[in-house]
C-alpha cells in the first residue's frame, strides 16, 4: 500500500528485503501491518479513502507510541520538515490541535493522545483543517475494529520476543525439545478462552496471544513437568493457569500463577493427583472467563451463564452448557484421544483486588461491569465499562424503587452503553468517555489542609476540567464525584499506588 512508502521516509531508511512490512490481518478496508527497521518495532493500520487520501494509524517500538500518517499525490505544495498545525473535529463536537510535519505529500503526527486515538476509534466522522481550510472529511467507518488490530498486532509483534528473528535453522542454535506437556488444541467455548490440550501438541505464541488479548504471552520457560510457553498477566492481581492432565489412571491438577510484568512464575503448585474419579469444573462464559472447582470458590457468568465441564482420565471432556439466554444444553468436545487437560485463565477473589463493577455515581446502584482491561499502569491504560441490562436494573431497583423497561432504558442512554475510562498514569491524567466526557487529573497525595469551595478535600488531590482551562479541586462530598473518581484512578493506575479501602 502507498502509506509503507511513507513509512520509509518516517523512519529516514529505505527498507531492506528482510525488513519489508508483512500483512498482520485486514479488517474491514483497513489493512494492519508490521515491520522492523533501525531495532523499531511497530504495528500500523491503513486505509484509503475515495479522494485518494490515505489514513493510518499505529504503534511505535515497546514505548507504544501513537502516530498517525496522512498522505495525498495531490498535496504537492507540502514543505518537507516544516510544521503542519491541523485542527481535529470529531463528530462535529470534540477538537483537537494535531502538531503535524510535512514529509513527500504527506503529513505525520506522533506521539498522539490516547484521548485522541479513542475518540478516533469511537467517532462516527472526522473533518481535519488547516489554518481554516479544510483539508479532508472523513467517515470513520471500522475504526474500531482497525484501532483494536493495531494494539493486538502491537502486543503480538512488538511486545513478544523478534518476531523478525531469521528463519535459517542454522542461524542460531536452538534447544532440542524434551518430551512434556505443552499448550495445543481448540476452543471448546465461544469465547476461545477455554482449550482442549493434548501431549505432543504445540500452540503456537501468536495463537496464544489472539485467544488471550488481554495477555502478554512471554518467552518459553522450564518449570516441573515441561509446560512450554506460558502467559503472564498485564494487570493487577494473579492470573491463574489451571491444567487438568491424566497420569495413567489418575488426573492431576497443576495450578501456576503471576504476577504483573514478572517473567515466569512466582509461584507453583506441584500437581496433585485427584484420583480417579471425574473432575467437574465451573466456567463463566463471556467476556471474561473464569474456571475452577465446582466445589470451590467459582464466580462469574451472571450475565452469560456458565458451563460444567467433566474431566475423566482417557475420555473427551463433556460439557453442559446453563447459558442464561438460550435455556442450556449439553454438548460433548468430540472425538479425540487421549486428554492432556484442560487450560484456563481468569481472576479468582482469593487471588485478586481488582473489581468486576465500577461506580459512576455516588447513588445506590451506580454501578457498571468491567468487560476490559488493557495497559494498565502506562501511558495509555484503558478500561472498558459495559452498562448491562443488571445493572440499570439494580440502580432503578434500589434508587428509584421500580424494575420497569422504561427505566432500565433510561438509566443506559444517560451514560452511553459502553464507557471507556482512559489514563496517562505518568501525568496523572484520566478521561471518561461515554455520552458525555469528563476530564480528571490527579494531583497526588494532600500535604496541607484545603477547602475548596464544594468541601473538604480527601487524602488525595483530583481536579476535574470544567471548561477550557479551567479545573476545580474535588471536595470529599457524597455528591461531589471524588469517590468514583478516585477508585477509577485507582484501577487505572495500580502503579500510583492510591488506597481507597476507607472510600
Known sequence: ???????????????????????????????????????????????????????????????????????????????????YPLNYVFDGRRSWRVDTVGLDHALIAIDLEPRLVEDFAGSM???????????????????????????????????RPDPFAPNDPFAQAAPTPEPGLRFAGRSVVSDDRV????????LSVDDLALRFPSYRVSRNFDVPEEVGDVLVSDARGNALLHIFYARGSQTVERVISWHPGVEGPNDTRVGEALGTAPVKLSCSLGLATTCAPADGSWYGGKRYGYADYIFEPGRCPGSTFHDAYHGGGTSTIGACEAIAGLIMEGYWPEHSEQETLLPYGSRVGMEMTVIERHALGSKSARITLEHTRENALSFCEQYSNTSSEECIQSTIEDTGAQVRLLANCETGEFFWRGAYAVNHRYKGRKTAAQSPADGPVGLYLIERQDTGDRWTMLGNCTACGYVEALVAFAELCPNRNVDTAAY
Open 125 to 159: 466522522g472526522l473533518e481535519i483543517a488547516h489554518q481554516g481550510t479544510r483539508v479532508i472529511k472523513l467517515t470513520l467507518k471500522g475504526t474500531r475494529t482497525a484501532v483494536n488490530a493495531v494494539e493486538a498486532c502491537h502486543r503480538i509483534k512488538v511486545l
Open 195 to 202: 482449550l482442549r490440550v493434548t501431549l505432543g501438541e504445540t
Open 1 to 83: 500500500m502507498r502509506f509503507i512508502l511513507i513509512l520509509c521516509l518516517v523512519i529516514s531508511l529505505a527498507w531492506s528485503a528482510s525488513a519489508e512490512p508483512e500483512l498482520f490481518k485486514k479488517v474491514g478496508n483497513w489493512e494492519v501491518v508490521y515491520g522492523d527497521e533501525g531495532g523499531v518495532r511497530f504495528c500500523f493500520a491503513a486505509a484509503d479513502y475515495e479522494d485518494e487520501t490515505n489514513v493510518s494509524i499505529g504503534l511505535f517500538g515497546e514505548v507504544a507510541e501513537w502516530r498517525q500518517i496522512l498522505t495525498n499525490p495531490n498535496w504537492g505544495s507540502i514543505t518537507e520538515y516544516d510544521d
